[in-house]
Structures are given as structure tokens and as C-alpha cells.
């Protein structure tokens, strides 16, 4: 399991105008959007379902449900989630978002193979 900050719109501190001018913007300089992406992979091989980790306090924060390939994400598993944190706009994962991982994604996965491979009920599983 590994997590990686994804920007949506990158920052850049350079910028191109013509020579000599008295101005120059630097577009989404301050946009710093982006959100936490958890990503998983099973000793088989199998890559998990991935969790996308958004700033704010609650599901507003996340891409709606009508987004562009919002419907194949979910088909998959893919997990959307907001950090709740204590500061409002860190996307870094939280003990809660955490243990969303752990109910929407990991448990999921291991229950899977457990019907999948017609294994006892009660199989053990490591993390």
C-alpha cells in the first residue's frame, strides 16, 4: 500500500511574455488542488480498488456522482472520501479515511477471495 499526492492543476513557477514586459501572470500559480490517491496491490499480483482522498469536511468535497467515468470508478470499487481534518485543506489521510480503506476496499477485496477460492469463512488474511 503506498499514498501519493495527485495535483490537479500543477504549479509552475515560470512563465513565458515578451521581452521587456512590465507585467507577467503567472496563471493557477496559488491553485493548489489535489487530492491524496491510495493505491494497493495483493501478493497475487491484484491491484485494489484505489481511494481518492479529498480536502473538506464532508461528501460535497468529492467529485460528484455524475462526473465523467464517476460510474465505471465505482463498478470497480474505487472508494471517494473527504479527510475531515483538523486543518480544512489537507487532502492527507486521516484514521478515518483509513478506516474506510479498510471496510470499502480492503475487506471487499478479501472477502472476494475468499468466495472466489472457496476458502473457510473465518480465513485469515495479512495486511
Known sequence: M?????????GNNVTFNDRGAKQVNIASKDEK???????????AGDLLPFQQVWSGASVKSCPTGNAKGMEEALDRGFHFTFANSPKKTSHFSTFKTMV????CVYIPYVNKIIRDEELPEDQKSIL
Not at 474506510?100 to 471496510?103: G, S
Open 2 to 10: 503506498d499514498q501519493t499526492g495527485v495535483y490537479l492543476v500543477p
Open 33 to 43: 488542488r489535489a487530492y491524496t490517491l491510495v493505491v494497493a496491490s495483493s501478493c
Open 100 to 103: 474506510e480503506w479498510m471496510e
